[in-house]
T-cell receptor, first 113, second 109 residues
Framework: DGGITQSPKYLFRKEGQNVTLSCEQNLNHDAMYWYRQDPGQGLRLIYYSQIVNDFQKGDIAEGYSVSREKKESFPLTVTSAQKNPTAFYLC????????????FGPGTRLTVL | GDSVTQMEGPVTLSEEAFLTINCTYTATGYPSLFWYVQYPGEGLQLLLKATKADDKGSNKGFEATYRKETTSFHLEKGSVQVSDSAVYFCALNDYKLSFGAGTTVTVRA
């Protein structure tokens, strides 16, 4: 079955540590996205990539970094520079064309202690 | 830039009640419009979509019509169930998705 996966489901880290969240898709989609969701709020775009080896900052990129070395993978690193990293992180992917919906992974809940 | 405004919640209903969640948008082009649903602790799932004016998206008893003249895409369901309790997001896609803030819906038995 095609889909998009994120791991782990729950992640705990100490303050000051970098942490990398995994996102993998086997839908052969070109574009991938990372969003942050805080309690009771909508989604905010962190980074997106429309093609391998290329990515753009979203609305809240500060304190985050990404890479897109393979079409299937778009890992997100939450660095120690991110002031409030505790949140629910969602990865998504989409095929070409604005009529295409985004497919979302199950999310990773990051808690920084 | 593109933006989506949706009705604030939370919304609490009794089973079999009628549900409407208002959504309006601002866009420079001709976006596609979507409703997503999020159950607790999960990612978002596409509920329905419409890609051009006057299109009606429908799924699981939910409907929404793309109204270009009023720049709206209101979500409706005639008879809700407890299992419809979730957060609903309106979104538009021009070259990237823009989401509304989400509306929490709770249906009581």
């Amino acid at each position: 079955d095609g889909g998009i996966t994120q791991s782990p489901k729950y992640l705990f880290r100490k303050e000051g540590q970098n942490v990398t969240l995994s996102c993998e898709q086997n839908l052969n989609h070109d574009a991938m996205y990372w969003y942050r969701q805080d309690p009771g709020q909508g989604l905010r775009l962190i980074y997106y990539s429309q093609i391998v080896n290329d990515f753009q900052k979203g609305d809240i990129a500060e304190g985050y970094s990404v890479s897109r070395e393979k079409k299937e993978s778009f890992p997100l690193t939450v660095t120690s520079a991110q002031k409030n990293p505790t949140a629910f992180y969602l990865c998504a992917c989409t095929g070409r064309g604005s009529y295409n919906e985004q497919f979302f992974g199950p999310g990773t809940r990051l808690t920084v202690l | 830039g593109d933006s989506v405004t949706q009705m604030e919640g939370p919304v609490t209903l009794s089973e079999e009640a009628f549900l409407t969640i208002n959504c309006t948008y601002t866009a420079t082009g001709y976006p596609s419009l979507f409703w997503y649903v999020q159950y607790p602790g999960e990612g978002l799932q596409l509920l329905l979509k419409a890609t051009k004016a006057d299109d009606k998206g429908s799924n699981k008893g939910f409907e929404a019509t793309y109204r270009k003249e009023t720049t709206s895409f209101h979500l409706e369901k005639g008879s809700v169930q407890v299992s419809d309790s979730a957060v609903y997001f309106c979104a538009l896609n021009d070259y990237k998705l823009s989401f509304g803030a989400g509306t929490t819906v709770t249906v009581r038995a």
